[in-house]
């Protein structure tokens, strides 16, 4: 289970590199990763391993195995016993359980060993009828060799480990370094938690953030952030027993299949470096590309931090996010944000209503046949499908026209949201139509735009606070190391190293 070591911290003032962290604190040497929980978890999984599995549970002290299994594969499941018939329970330990058990797989019969404290022999039967209650975890592998039947309300997790102390456990077709943990979730379904060493996770979980290709610093200033922002979350998922999840929700992390040896280096090369706003760990939030400028934490996720404050990027990113265009029909808004607008009915327009300090969308007017409602920060982007708030709006019936000043100097001049008045203060120009006038006629022409139909023309991509990836990029390939970009987008921070000591 989970394992700490002391941390002395001592305050050393940051000049080039790094300082050496010193005092009293508890940090985890493991991490503990939410892979299948909540509506997530299911009530089968597939397991392998080269070496073989070794079933555990905890007994208040220490991990002992409950069983060993050869198999190159495991089916894992909730069941309970309604699906099986007691043969014996007359067995003074394992090995006699397993001896008889044996004898009874080589017959035919699909067998398991019941461990509740004590040990019997199950026959698994074809025809039940089952609860679907769960209250057993059931482990049977792929040769005749009995199987495993341990009690869910001994409310101690069952832990798979290999047989090999370096050995990687697959589940459901996904390798993971270090251990699994089931329990039981809701109903007859389980969830599995991978635990394992602070460094290892991170060795999944910045190749998922970051290109591994790219330059060195960039993967060190990487590997920093999501070693501080890990350090700072750990009690996000407290009441479901983990740490952190592997989704977006949190830092996206993809086990041993997603490692990289340029990754593992930079982990590996900055090894217990955090980053610390008045000697605390710092929310190290960072997105793919700021557009040109980050953004204040106030204005996205509420919390005011003064570490966490718009600033420019050094260098152009230049990435496939720093100029997009995107087109959106009234329809298409109405349907993407009816999941949590119910009551406006069919959206007939929108507006910008507030843009943050940094020129972000920070409220977004939709106004519909029934009401209105505003969507604000994160709401924006998420619900209509978009980059980044970091945009601005045009309507799809957008048209230009050619102004001529003699002599053919012409000027294009964009009518959006625009009329045109005469000198007696009559409007010429209405929605979908342009009014020409020439020396000697006039004419109206009608717009070819999309009269219900708006264009989000935008900057960047992500919720813009904290490090931006693609500018970190541009800072590495202009000679700044990883110390460099930490301290450019977390403003007045320090980098140091923690200390092990055990």
Known sequence: MRKYFLLYL????????????QSAELFPAEVRVGLYYDSSARNLYQLTSDNGFNVMINNGQENFTVMTFSDKLLKVYSTDLNAFSLISNDFKDKQGALEYASKLEQDGVETYLLFDGSWSVLAKTNEHKSSNSGTFLAVKGDTKLPGLLIPFKLQKPVIFTSTSPEGLIAIEGRRYRGMLEMTQAHGSNIQ???ELGLQEYLYGVVPKEITPSWHEEVLKAQAVAARTYTIVNLSKWEKYGFDVGAGTGDQVYGGYDAEHLRTNKAVDET??????????????FYHADSGGRTETCEDVFSADL???????????ANSPHSQWETTLTLKDISNRASSVLRNIGEIRQISIVERSQAGRVKKLLLKGSQGEAVLEKSQIRNILGLKSNYFDILGGNAISVVAVFGENIKENIQLESKSVITGQGQTIFSRGEAFILAADTSKIIKSQGLEDAYTF???GYGHGVGMSQWGAKAMAENGYNYVDILLHYYKNTQIKTLAENF
């Open 306 to 316: 003064p570490y966490l404050q718009p600033v420019d990027d050094i260098f152009y």
């Open 271 to 284: 090894a217990g470096q955090i980053i610390l706003y008045n000697d605390k760990p710092i929310m190290a």
């Open 457 to 459: 023309r935008g900057l």
């Open 10 to 21: 001592c305050f050393i003032a940051l000049i080039i590199t790094p300082a050496t962290v």
């Open 192 to 194: 599995v938690v991978n």
